[in-house]
């Protein structure tokens, strides 16, 4: 038959041996090649393996899309061994050079520093590089960076990192600490917006901190005491301390209700242990972009009112995705104009602030301890001034009866003068 090479005996085989340069298994270009399996008879031919005319190969599919295609249903289609217990083996990708690893490790320290034998490792080759999971063409779900983990953030400042509220939960059970340390159940919650859901225990070796308040350690064994508070100052200075109704700005994230609190900037100045400062971006812009274009690979911004930014100021922002970025001003263009460091291609974006590394927060429980301490010592004064009371009534009473007995010696009629 033209065209065929066929070898019948139980030893068959087909060799191509040059004594120099590489074998070649040659055919047209312009049709598919099939490597088949036969049966004896030559009745049945199996496609094992084809290359398609655009160079694209199939193992189990006649038919590939792309550069390598398997079909294997219900069982493993791809195994990659490394054929020892004391070897490891990996999965390699990148662009000209290996930029990412989908491995298994073999011994201590393989892949990860954290690695033992057995372990499965996926990394990125490179510290800048991020470690991404997603679903969709959406928002990210997680990013790894380093050794920081962000979900709704692309860029993690913590071990975890958690930005967003975009879980509604109804009809749970749940357990809370409010601002004064007190546990609140309520049994069923029917309805909020949550930035992280436990549905089990949560444990914590150190501090609890939430801007509402925070649940405090107070074991006498975790303490070197000082004295006991001068509870005279302390009414003085819980006098000082002055009560305001605002609103917040973030009314997305805060929401729009009165708050009857103190400002922290007003108590620093009276009681400043009441007072810590934190690194956070504020929303001294909160507004979204008038417009934002792409320029020589940065994002340059414009606002309706000014910016109140200089170069080096670190921005937070959210694309329409939802996604929140930190990025650096690289350049102020105008009061109303700035370049970010950000390589995003988004058409609209809406700017949050600046990042501020003197943010005041307040110790509501530490005002709450000024407050039972000025309250005790009001306690005090009263019992100092029903004693005081008790004594001029006693007093007066004595000169009641003094003055009706003058009056009785001296003839007067004392029912008239009553």
Known sequence: MAGEVRATSNNASLNLQRTTGPNYVNFNDAQDFHLRSLSPSAANANNRMTISSAGFVGINNETPAKQLEVINANDEAIRILSGSTAANTCYSMGRTSTEGRFALASGNAQFSPDAVAGDVILRAESSSQKLILATGTGASAMIVKGNLVGIGTTAPKARLHVVGNNGTINNINIGFFDYH???????????????????????????????????TLSDMRFKNVAGRSNSVLDLITLNQIKITDYLFIDTITLGNKIQKKVIAQEVEKVFPNAVNTIKTHIPNIYALAKSITNVNGNLQVTMAKPHDLVKGDQVKWIDPAGTTHYNQVSAVLSEQCFELDAKEDVSQAFIYGKEVSDFRTVDYDAIAMLNVSATQELARQIVILQAENEKLQAENSLFKSDIASIKAQLGMDVKAEK
């Open 181 to 215: 340390a007190v546990m609140t159940t309520l049994t069923p919650w029917t309805g909020g917006l949550a930035t992280a859901i436990f549905e089990g225990n949560v444990i914590t070796t150190q501090s609890f901190i939430a801007t509402n308040g925070t649940p």
